[in-house]
Nanobody, 122 residues
Framework: HVQLVESGGGSVQAGGSLKLSCTAS????????MAWFRQAPGEDREGVAA???????IYLDSMKGRFIISRDNAKTILYLGTNSLKPEDTAMYYC???WGGGSWLEATTYNYWGQGTQVTVS
């Protein structure tokens, strides 16, 4: 049974920072790729950043330099450090996992999803 549980969202002022966490069940964590997506009301879900089991990562161009994805394989936790937040970063943020191939920032690549954590920037 694969479980992903996000936490760390909240309300911050523009320019602030948050660190999001996604705790994965042990069965969800081995030899996979994981990613963070976000979805604002009325918008499509978009890939923010992804990382494979060896730590190789990719980012949406507009996130480079502001967001950092990382994973602690011992604790089976995925992180997203967010800095210099803007009001347009307001969205529900989801973590996702896959054992298959595909485009890392495409939602259709991922088989398992968490319930999301809300980030609001004012």
């Amino acid at each position: 049974h694969v479980q992903l549980v996000e936490s760390g969202g909240g309300s911050v002022q523009a320019g602030g920072s948050l660190k999001l966490s996604c705790t994965a069940s042990a069965s969800a964590y081995h030899d996979n790729s994981m990613a963070w997506f976000r979805q604002a009301p009325g918008e499509d879900r978009e890939g923010v950043a992804a990382i494979d089991s060896d730590g190789a990562s990719i980012y949406l161009d507009s996130m480079k330099g502001r967001f950092i994805i990382s994973r602690d394989n011992a604790k089976t936790i995925l992180y997203l450090g967010t800095n210099s937040l803007k009001p347009e970063d307001t969205a529900m943020y989801y973590c996702a996992a896959t054992w298959g191939g595909g485009s890392w920032l495409e939602a259709t690549t991922y088989n398992y999803w968490g319930q999301g954590t809300q980030v609001t920037v004012s």
